[in-house]
């Protein structure tokens, strides 16, 4: 089965509130025959964007390939949610890497949500960046961490836009009675993640990026130069970028083997009238929660409830993608039993065992960056300058984060769903305890 087409037709956006909401940009052809160019990017979703933006800025000639559409992936489907540092908190970094390399991983984090911002404002600026984040506690004894937390970012990172909340805080914030406290980052954000990606899309293409859709790449040849062919084409670069995250498929195995594919979703409700909006979520903030399948929400422009939770593993979505969501959606808001669903979609992210992304040289002209976990919009969007920083001879920074650790998952990629099922289902279980 092909993950590409398992849920989706071929050059087609799926149902989101975010296709119906955002004006695709100019379709653009197929690739066809011998084609030459100094990089190739395979996947036109939010890290390949910025790389072919950043390499374009530079003077080099890119070809930007994609399988379906400009962001069509899960660059245009996800909660469009903006968060603060990486996926792990910087306690764990510090664990894992060192004080000195978390340090220069928070800066590295801090800078891309700076970078998105500054994208989003410049060429997307319909996409509606619009600060704060809740953290959500739906178990109180999360609380004493979150302000622990909140201390050491102060105190060790000079980070001073965390407000912690108790529980009438956050009953106030959030109308919902699963939550025992929390907190809001106002160094975060949410945007409209679609426009955000038809925005750099369309300047990527002024700038003289050759895109090309409906381009499914079969095969990457390694060498100097290497050749990147598919049905229709083969393009000769000197050098190329993967960032095709969760629809890899097994293009690179390599890469495969430490990131893996899962699906999430979305759904949208029936427009609320403004002060039903403020009841649910206070001052257009968006929420996320403790759960370890996280539920996040948001409200849209036009006052829907945007809502995310539940996962599924393996190439196929869940046949009611409504009914999965809505279950979660009433735990949290039960006041909505009535409220309509108009949309719901899924979409396909990549997680790695250990949540940090995943930075890869796959050969010497050859680079990879995947896996961000649930955390890509800010992430993948730095990825991609790293990317070309790196292809432009400045390689420290792409290589600090390939040097950080990415398990491969237990069992090779035959056995790797089975052994997440049995792991998630723990975790579930756990979330109600």
């Not at 559409?69 to 792990?88: E, Y």
């Not at 996409?127 to 739906?138: L, R």
Request: aromatic share 8%.
């Amino acid at each position: 089965m092909d993950i590409l087409t398992a849920n989706d037709q071929i050059g087609k956006y799926p149902a989101s509130w975010y296709a119906d909401s955002a004006e695709a940009p100019v379709r653009h052809l197929e690739a066809v025959g011998a084609q030459k160019c100094d990089v190739c990017i395979v996947g036109a979703g939010f890290t390949g964007l910025s790389a072919a933006l950043h390499l374009a800025d530079r003077g080099y000639d890119v070809i930007l390939l994609d399988a379906h559409r400009v962001g069509w992936g899960a660059s245009g489907r996800n909660g469009g949610q903006v968060g603060t540092g990486l996926r792990l908190d910087q306690d764990e970094l510090e664990s894992l890497v060192g004080q000195t390399r978390a340090h220069a991983l928070w800066h590295l984090a801090r800078e891309s949500v700076a970078l998105t911002r500054t994208l989003s404002g410049i060429y997307a600026r319909d996409s509606d960046f619009t600060p704060g984040i809740i953290h959500a506690c739906h178990r109180a004894r999360f609380l004493p961490h979150v302000r622990a937390y909140a201390e050491k970012l102060e105190r060790d990172y000079d980070y001073r836009q965390i407000h912690v909340f108790d529980r009438e805080e956050m009953r106030h914030m959030v109308g919902s009675p699963a939550y025992y406290g929390g907190d809001i980052d106002m160094g975060g954000g949410h945007l409209h993640p679609l426009r955000y990606a038809f925005g750099l899309a369309q300047a990527a293409a002024a700038k003289g990026v050759r895109i090309h859709e409906c381009s499914k790449v079969t095969n990457i040849a390694r060498g100097d130069p290497a050749i990147v062919s598919t049905e229709k084409a083969k393009i000769t670069a000197r050098h190329v970028v993967v960032a095709c995250n969760g629809y890899l498929g097994g293009l690179e195995p390599r890469v495969a083997a430490r990131v893996m594919p899962i699906n999430n979703y979305i759904v949208a409700t029936e427009p609320m009238t403004p002060e039903a909006q403020e009841n649910l979520i206070r001052n257009n903030h968006a929420v996320a929660d403790t759960k370890f399948v996280v539920n996040y929400f948001r409200f849209s422009e036009d006052h829907r409830l945007l809502f995310g939770g539940a996962e599924s593993y393996g190439y196929r979505f869940s046949k009611d993608i409504a009914a999965l969501v809505r279950k979660p959606m009433l735990e949290i808001y039960p006041q909505l039993k009535d409220t309509k669903i108009t949309h719901a979609w899924g979409g396909t992210l990549a997680i790695t065992m250990n949540r940090m992304p995943h930075f890869e040289r796959l050969s010497g002209n050859i680079l990879s960056a995947s896996g961000y976990s649930g955390h890509g919009v800010a992430m993948a969007t730095m990825a991609g300058k790293l990317a070309a920083e790196a292809i432009a001879g400045q390689a420290e920074r792409f290589d600090m984060l390939a040097s950080v650790p990415t398990p491969r998952f237990p069992g090779g990629v035959a056995l790797r769903w089975p052994l997440l099922v049995a792991g998630m289902l723990w975790y579930s279980m756990r979330d109600k305890l």
